[in-house]
């Protein structure tokens, strides 16, 4: 079976969280806590999050996490639920329920990795070349991912002065961090448990499938809430455009954010998906 991590509240209404690439469950504690509270939450884990998973040379696409999650949704015996997906999560969740429209009454998608198809296309051109594919950003910045520290306070020295973790409060990034680090007695370190490799990959195969979602996005019945954060945020005004054209899709920009707004703003992005579910 697909492994998730379930948040039990004995509550009726039941709601399916698929986390960002390099972000498992527990790096949204605080998130699926506050979530917790009108939900029962059940979390299914990605494949490099898998315990003694490391088929990385296998993946080629967005397809396999897809596959996955349907999976996991008829191993669950999902019908009309609540799904929130992050990033790739958000992806991944949009695509499952153009493929079956009756897994989720509504959803939330938190600024999804959805790019435009002319992207998609200028991207699917550059990435056949080696040198211009190893450029990319963040796949480079994947590729050269320090895995190994002292203590975990060396971590949390390290995390703290990067940018992209700037607007994430304290114990939020400690959640984080404890999230994919784990003490190695043989390596006496502090390693990060998961293979970097796949989240190198998950970034250079980001757009592949992103072409039909466009094709079918007339298609999506079910109430759809995007929440995208207004710095830098992977869902483009242009993107946005185009999903308005669907008047089942609704959008709300969170100030003072960045694409780890679930984690930096935990109360407000709970409350925000309360309010638009009714619940």
Same mark, same amino acid.
């Given at each position: 079976m697909i492994p998730f991590i379930e948040y039990n509240n004995n509550k009726n209404l039941d709601c399916h969280f698929i986390h960002a690439n390099g972000f498992p469950p527990n790096a949204y504690k605080t998130f699926l806590s506050l979530l917790n509270n009108k939900f029962q939450i059940k979390a299914p884990l990605l494949r490099p999050h898998w315990k003694d998973y490391n088929k990385v040379d296998d993946f080629s696409d967005w397809d396999l996490f897809l596959d996955d999650f349907?999976?996991?949704?008829?191993?669950?015996?999902?019908?009309?639920?609540?799904g929130i997906g992050h990033s790739i999560g958000g992806n991944i969740l949009i695509r499952a329920c153009l493929q079956n429209k009756t897994l989720f009454k509504s959803i939330v998608l938190l600024d999804p990795t959805i790019f435009i198809p002319t992207i998609v296309r200028i991207w699917k051109v550059a990435s056949s070349i080696p040198f211009v594919k190893s450029l990319f950003p963040l796949a480079k910045a994947a590729k050269n991912r320090r895995v190994d520290f002292d203590s975990f306070n060396h971590v949390y020295d390290s995390y703290r002065n990067k940018t992209i973790f700037s607007k994430i409060p304290d114990e939020q990034l400690k959640e984080y961090i404890d999230s994919i680090f784990n003490y190695n007695q043989e390596l006496q370190s502090? @390693? +990060?448990?998961?293979?970097? *490799?796949?989240?190198?990959?998950?970034? #250079?195969?980001s757009l592949f499938k992103d072409i039909e979602i466009w094709n079918n996005i007339d298609d999506l019945k079910i109430p759809v809430l995007i929440i995208t954060p207004d710095t830098n945020p992977v869902l483009r005004k242009s993107a946005i455009k185009r999903f308005t054209s669907n008047d089942n899709i609704?959008?709300?920009?969170?100030?003072?954010?960045? @694409? +780890?707004?679930?984690?930096? *703003?935990?109360?407000?992005?709970?409350? #925000?998906?309360f309010k638009y579910l009714n619940i």
């Open positions: 349907i999976r996991y949704c008829n191993e669950n015996n999902i019908n009309q639920s609540y502090y @390693h +990060l448990n998961y293979n970097k *490799k796949w989240e190198e990959k998950m970034f #250079l195969t609704k959008f709300i920009t969170i100030k003072d954010s960045s @694409h +780890l707004f679930p984690i930096e *703003k935990s109360k407000l992005t709970s409350e #925000l998906i």
